[in-house]
């Protein structure tokens, strides 16, 4: 019997934490044997190379809005749609009456007042299973108008229960629960090489997109604090492409701060199936965002067996909070924590970074999310 899942994006023409997770989730389902047809769908244009070492040789199609659909009479004749009191874009609405029939169950990635996808719901069938994943930053109601098309949702997944709290109360969508990230190179990641407990001065490590809410500042002056102000000679790595313009703002931090002997900003892409690579190279991973949905970098770090260490921002309180160093308030608290993990014996980073990777394998791998989002789509 033939079983056909679609996963939506709102984009799939770049590389990043949706798209990734979009990609990831795809490959799961099919690699789990309970959908023999997964189809990627996304309403703007599709890189389909960006994802060709993730899917492999997967049998995964894509689907997006045909190409007259951006053509001046179509959008005539949404607008005209519109002027007799139409709520969604007309031609978006008949292709997926439609396009809706040929599969069994949906899987939505989306983000707060996104859109994109309720044309999907507007065609919902009794008989199939609709589940979104959110990626929220910030703590805002919906839109009134939107949350009808959450309550048609079987489940509403967010990172974790703080997120779950809001949405259960603020948006009054009963139907949330939590479930954090699949991360892409999990396999290669927990093979990597251990962290070297006998290093006197550790490597530092950013990876994703460069860009002004991941806050690349606080790590320069963590730096800054470290090697300048209490004389250790640690060394950072910031891997990722980013905005020209906060690229620009970066390097000359890095010189105001005499930090260019210290500091590696590779503005280059790397594969999601490659980062075990990039995390083989620090022995902690920072995230000092002002703004975070996960981040899926930390779980990576944690599978590779690294140090994880930064805010208290999107999921890292629910992770890695229980753990000593992991999880700080501000910047100061910060820079306590990692000189105080500097100064443990060998032994004691030893046993703190098994603790790690054990809480990952037991708590946060791929196994245990992947087979909770297959139960969700269980009768």
């Not at 999601?272 to 703004?291: A, G, Q, R």
């Not at 910047?331 to 000189?339: A, M, P």
């Not at 030893?350 to 790690?356: K, P, Y």
């Amino acid at each position: 019997m033939t079983k056909s899942l679609l996963i939506a994006a709102p984009y799939l023409d770049n590389i990043g934490g949706t798209e990734i997770e979009a990609v990831t989730t795809a490959v799961h389902f099919w690699d789990s044997g309970e959908y023999n047809k997964v189809t990627l769908f996304s309403p703007e244009k599709i890189n389909a190379e960006l994802f060709l070492d993730m899917i492999g040789t997967r049998a995964i199609t894509y689907l997006k809005y045909p190409s007259f659909f951006k053509t001046q009479w179509v959008g005539l004749f949404n607008r005209l749609f519109y002027k007799m009191g139409a709520s969604l874009n007309c031609s978006e609405y008949l292709f997926w009456k439609y396009n809706s029939v040929k599969f069994d169950d949906f899987f939505i990635l989306t983000y707060p007042k996104s859109t994109y996808f309720f044309p999907i719901i507007k065609n919902k069938s009794q008989l199939k299973k609709y589940i979104a994943k959110i990626t929220m930053w910030q703590f805002e109601p919906l839109p009134s108008a939107h949350i009808p098309y959450y309550k048609k949702l079987r489940n509403i997944i967010v990172f974790n229960r703080e997120q779950k709290y809001f949405w259960q109360s603020k948006n009054q969508l009963k139907n949330t629960v939590s479930l954090d990230i699949m991360i892409p190179n999990e396999k290669q990641l927990l093979e990597a090489n251990p962290f070297d407990f006998n290093k006197a001065n550790l490597t530092f490590g950013y990876l994703g997109r460069i860009s002004r809410e991941k806050n690349i500042e606080d790590m320069l002056y963590l730096l800054d604090f470290l090697n300048n102000k209490h004389n250790r000679n640690c060394k950072l790595i910031i891997q990722g492409k980013g905005e020209e313009t906060y690229v620009k703002e970066i390097n000359t931090l890095i010189k105001e701060l005499s930090l260019t002997e210290t500091v590696t900003l590779e503005n280059e892409f790397l594969s999601p199936t490659n980062t075990h690579y990039f995390f083989e190279k620090i022995d902690i991973f920072l995230v000092t965002s002002k703004n975070e949905g996960g981040p899926m970098t930390a779980l990576e770090a944690a599978a590779c067996g690294r140090m994880v260490m930064g805010y208290d921002i999107g999921a890292m309180k629910e992770r890695f909070g229980h753990l000593p160093y992991m999880v700080n308030t501000n910047f100061d608290e910060l820079c306590t924590s990692v000189l105080n993990f500097m100064d443990l014996e060998p032994f004691a980073k030893s046993n703190l970074l098994s603790e790690v990777r054990n809480h990952y394998i037991v708590s946060l791998s791929n196994s245990n999310k992947g087979n909770a989002l297959l139960n969700l789509f269980k009768d």
